[in-house]
């Protein structure tokens, strides 16, 4: 136990002109080198069917996480989970579909320079288009157009 100590200690006089300088430039490196935002954590989206006349069912499908569709009846709700896994087509993974009576559109759920402040991404989806809920009081929510 004292070795252990003394060998800790001995690496902590050393300051940020020791051996912990080259953890820290790898470190470093490894975060910089890195084409995701999202280094560490999972990303967490969620949609819910808010179309505006309450009565319209909602099938959304994003290929590129599970190649399935959900019907979500008014107000019924999705989530998908991404650990940072790049996806098989290499396309974004959150480009999903949005299909309902009379409509069909697309739209991007995370983009990293839009959503990088987004652990959990609560999308509404509304016939005018996507509205997502920050956590900020200031921005309560933000609604999108489709693309």
Known sequence: MNIVYQRLRKGATMGIFGKSTSFLWALILIVSSTNNSRVFGQLIIE???ALDNGSLDLTVACPNIDGKSYLLHPGGFHEW???GAVTESGGPPFLCSFQWKGASHMFNMYVPSRDNDCEECHWYAKETGPCRVYNR????TICSNWD
């Open 47 to 49: 949609v819910t069917n």
């Open 81 to 83: 989970i991404n650990n």
């Open 137 to 140: 009081p200031n921005k309560p």
